[in-house]
């Protein structure tokens, strides 16, 4: 079991930026890859990004390539999501979670743990 606590959201102008932090329990976790998923009011959950368990690879969705960036550290069980030239439409709450196995390359994932998600939102 592995439990999953958000941190860092909050209100930022357009162009701004924030960086999520996401804080696992357990002994396990460089046996999970991790991943940010967020969902917009009125919208479906989407994914964001997910890094493998090193830390090694990385994947983002298209939309925030080259805005995003995932990292984890696995001795402070901890996946960071360093968030710049945030745009309105990344307005969301922002979901942390994470799935069994030692993949060696990320990519889209079916989570088996989720966070209880913060809120990012962005003014124009």
């Known amino acids: 079991q592995v439990q999953l606590v958000e941190s860092g959201g909050g209100l930022v102008q357009a162009g701004g930026s924030l960086r999520l932090s996401c804080a696992a329990s357990g002994r396990t976790f460089s046996s999970y890859a991790m991943a940010w998923f967020r969902q917009a009011p009125g919208k479906e959950r989407e994914f964001v990004a997910s890094?493998?368990?090193?830390?090694?690879?990385?994947y983002y969705a298209d939309s925030v390539k080259g805005r995003f960036t995932l990292s984890r550290d696995n001795a402070k069980n901890t996946v960071s999501l360093q968030m710049n030239s945030l745009k309105p439409e990344d307005t969301a709450v922002y979901y942390c979670?994470?799935?069994?196995?030692?993949?060696?390359?990320?990519?889209?994932?079916?989570?088996?743990?989720w966070g209880q998600g913060t809120q990012v939102t962005v003014s124009s």
């Open positions: 979670a994470a799935a069994i196995g030692r993949r060696p390359i990320a990519g889209q994932l079916t989570p088996d743990y």
């Open positions: 890094i493998n368990w090193s830390g090694g690879s990385t």
